[in-house]
C-alpha cells in the first residue's frame, strides 16, 4: 500500500519533469526565427500554459490511478494516504483560468504592442486591457456567485420504523420496511412525492471552475465536433489529392508564374492595409480586409509547399519525391487510425451518454479488461482517448479558421510560428482541457467512478443552479454528434475533389 503510493508520487514526477521538456522543444521548434532571443515573457507563457494543459489531462488517468492505490486497503481512512487530488484539480484549474483570462491576455497585448514605443510604455497599454478584464470577470463573477452559487442535488427522503431485534427476517418487495406501518424506505419503490431539494452553496473555486468548463465546452462542442471528424479525414483527403508524379519543367514554370502574380498582388494589399493603419483608418471594412489577407496569405504558403512537392529540384531530388509518397502513405495510415477511433468517441457517446438507460458500458469495459491485462494498459488507452479529444479541438479551429471569415487564423507551422499565434492557441487548449476533462470523466463515469474529478465535474458541477439543465438534457454532447455528422457528410460530399486554382484575389472596396 504505501510502497505503491511512493511509485505513484515518483511517476507524477518523473511525468510533470518529461511535460516540461516536451513544452520546451515544442516551443524551441515551432518559434518563428524573428523571436529567436527575444520575447522572453511570452515564451515563459507559452511554456507554462502548456505543461499545465497536459499535466491537467494526465491528471485523470492518475485519479483513477490513485483511486485504486487504496481499493484493495482492508482499513478506514486509507485513502487519506494517497495523493490529495481534489485540491490538485482546484489549484490546476484556477492556475488555468488565471492563465486563460489575465496572463495570455496580457502578454498577447504586450507582444503585439507598438515596437516603436517604450517598454514601459507597452507594459501600461496590456496593463490596462488587462485590468478592465479582471475588473469586469470580478464583477460577474462575484455577482453570479453571491445570487446563484449553489447546488441542487435530488434525493430521496426514506423513513423507516424501529422494533425489537428479530429472530428472523421476513422482508419481501411488498413489506421493504421494518414495522408493519406504511413507510417509504426502498428508493425504488418510493413514490414521486419523496423527492426533495438539498441545496447547498458551493465553494467559490469550484464555482470558478465549473463557469471556465461552461466557456469551454462551447468551445469544445463547435470545434471538437467539427474536429473529431475533420482530423481523420482531413489526413484521408490529403492522402487522395496528393500529387501522383512529378509534374513537367514547363508545368511548374506556368505554375510558378501564378503563384508570383497572387504574390505580388498580396504584398500590394498588404502595403496598403499599413499604410491605412497608420493613417487610422481601421475601421470594420479594414480589419475584414486583414483577415482576408491572412487567409490568401496560409492558402498561397500552401500552393507553394504542393508546387514544391510536385516538382522536387537539388541534387537529391528523388529521395525528396520518396519521403513526399512515404508522408501520405503515413498521413493515410493516421488517417485510418483516427477514423476508427472517432467512430469508437461517436459511438460511445450514443451509447452511453444519448442513450437512456446506456445500452453498454463500452469503452469502460475496454479500459477495465485492458486493465486486467497489464496495470497501466487501460489507464494509457484512457490518456490516449483523452488527448484525441483535444488535438480534434485544435484541428476543428483551424478547419473553422480557415471556413469563417469571423474566426482569428492563428496556424502552428514548423519553424514559422509567431508568438502571438502561440499564445492563442495555448489559450485555446488550455480553455478546452477543462472541458475535455469534465467531458471525458462524464463519458467514461463507469471506469473513473469514486476519483475526485468526477466529484468535481460531475456531481457538483451537474446539480450547480443555472447550469445543471445544459447537463441534464445532454446539450453539449448532442451538438457534439450533430457537429461530427454535418462535417462528415461536408467531407463525403466536398472533401475528395480537388482544389481548384484561386481566382484573383481582391480586396472588398
Not at 471556465?212 to 467539427?226: E, H, K, N, P, Q
Not at 520518396?322 to 488517417?335: E, S, W
Request: charged share 15%.
Amino acid at each position: 500500500m504505501g510502497d505503491f503510493n511512493l511509485a505513484l508520487v515518483i511517476v507524477a514526477i518523473v511525468v510533470c519533469v518529461i511535460v516540461f521538456i516536451s513544452s520546451i522543444y515544442l516551443l524551441v521548434n515551432y518559434q518563428h526565427p524573428d523571436d529567436a532571443n527575444q520575447a522572453y515573457f511570452p515564451k515563459f507563457v507559452v511554456v507554462f500554459g502548456l505543461s499545465i494543459a497536459m499535466i491537467s489531462i494526465l491528471m485523470l488517468p492518475a485519479d483513477v490511478a490513485n483511486r485504486h492505490a487504496c481499493r484493495h486497503a482492508i482499513y478506514n481512512g486509507a485513502c487519506n494516504l494517497t495523493l490529495p487530488m481534489k485540491d490538485l484539480w482546484l489549484a490546476v484549474y484556477i492556475v488555468d483560468a488565471i492563465l486563460v483570462f489575465f496572463v495570455i491576455p496580457f502578454a498577447m497585448f504586450f507582444y503585439e504592442g507598438d515596437q516603436d514605443k517604450s517598454l514601459g510604455k507597452r507594459i501600461k497599454s496590456a496593463l490596462l486591457w488587462v485590468v478592465s478584464t479582471a475588473v469586469v470577470c470580478a464583477l460577474v463573477l462575484g455577482i453570479l456567485y453571491g445570487v446563484i452559487g449553489k447546488v441542487d442535488f435530488t434525493v430521496r427522503h426514506l423513513a423507516s420504523g424501529t422494533t425489537s431485534f428479530p429472530t428472523s427476517w421476513q422482508f419481501s418487495n411488498n413489506q421493504p420496511c421494518i414495522g408493519n406501518t406504511a413507510r417509504q424506505c426502498s428508493a425504488f419503490t418510493a413514490s414521486v412525492a419523496s423527492e426533495k431539494t438539498w441545496t447547498m452553496r458551493t465553494t467559490f473555486p469550484e464555482y470558478v471552475v465549473a463557469l471556465a468548463t461552461i466557456v469551454g465546452s462551447v468551445l469544445f462542442t463547435i470545434f471538437g465536433g467539427v474536429g473529431i471528424a475533420a482530423l481523420p479525414l482531413g489526413l484521408i483527403t490529403a492522402f487522395i489529392r496528393r500529387p501522383k508524379a512529378v509534374i513537367t519543367r514547363s508545368q511548374y514554370i506556368k505554375e510558378a508564374t501564378e503563384l508570383g502574380k497572387k504574390a505580388r498582388e498580396l504584398k500590394k494589399a498588404a502595403d496598403g492595409l499599413r499604410q491605412e493603419e497608420k493613417d487610422g483608418a481601421k475601421g470594420r471594412k479594414w480589419r475584414k480586409n486583414v483577415k482576408a489577407v491572412e487567409k490568401e496569405l496560409l492558402q498561397l504558403e500552401e500552393d507553394v509547399n504542393l508546387l514544391e512537392e510536385a516538382y522536387p529540384q537539388g541534387e537529391k531530388a528523388e529521395t525528396a519525391w520518396a519521403f513526399t509518397v512515404l508522408g501520405y502513405l503515413a498521413k493515410f495510415i493516421l488517417g485510418i487510425i483516427g477514423l476508427i477511433v472517432s467512430i469508437a468517441w461517436v459511438a460511445h457517446i450514443i451509447i452511453y451518454l444519448l442513450v437512456d438507460p446506456p445500452l453498454s458500458p463500452f469503452l469502460n469495459e475496454v479500459f477495465i479488461k485492458l486493465d486486467d491485462v497489464w496495470g497501466l494498459l487501460g489507464t494509457a488507452a484512457f490518456a490516449f482517448f483523452c488527448f484525441y479529444l483535444l488535438l480534434a479541438v485544435i484541428a476543428g479551429a483551424m478547419m473553422l479558421g480557415l471556413k469563417l471569415v469571423f474566426i482569428t487564423i492563428h496556424p502552428m507551422k514548423w519553424g514559422a510560428t509567431l508568438m502571438n499565434s502561440f499564445l492563442f492557441n495555448v489559450g485555446l487548449i488550455l480553455l478546452c482541457s477543462i472541458s475535455v476533462i469534465q467531458f471525458c470523466a462524464t463519458a467514461f463515469g463507469y471506469y473513473a467512478q469514486a476519483t475526485a474529478a468526477q466529484e468535481i465535474f460531475g456531481h457538483t458541477l451537474q446539480s450547480l443552479r443555472g447550469i445543471k439543465y445544459l447537463y441534464k438534457y445532454n446539450v453539449f454532447q448532442i451538438g457534439f454528434v450533430i457537429l461530427a455528422g454535418l462535417t462528415f457528410l461536408y467531407y463525403i460530399t466536398f472533401g475528395w475533389r480537388r482544389k481548384k486554382p484561386s481566382a484573383r484575389f481582391q480586396l472588398s472596396s
